[in-house]
């Protein structure tokens, strides 16, 4: 895989992610970025992104929420992706 290939990945972040204005900040960061995804609170408290575009461009958009959110984000995890519905641009807050 090249750092230009359009991929799908999910990450799972943990620690105090909700009520923070941690999904307002991904779709912030995101609209800096050549990507497109979903982000939403799961019940267990994490919060879970579904991104697609160029590994590097998520790459990017992970370390800068997660530079923003530095506070409040204790882990992450990649998951499989294909829960979350993706957009045709941008990121969305879903369900």
Do not use: K
């Not at 991904?26 to 979903?38: E, F, K, Q």
């Not at 998520?58 to 957009?87: C, K, N, Q, W």
Request: with cysteine.
């Amino acid at each position: 895989m090249t750092h230009h290939e359009t991929v799908t990945r999910a990450i799972v972040w943990s620690g105090r992610v909700q009520g923070v204005g941690f999904r307002a900040a991904a779709c912030s960061v995101a609209s800096m970025y050549d990507i497109r995804g979903a982000v939403r609170n799961e019940p267990d408290g994490t919060v879970r992104c579904e991104v697609r575009g160029p590994d590097a461009e998520i790459d990017r958009f992970i370390e800068t929420l997660e530079a923003r959110m530095d506070l409040y984000v204790h882990d992450r995890l990649e998951s499989a992706p294909g829960v979350l519905p993706l957009p045709q641009e941008g990121m969305v807050v879903a369900g």
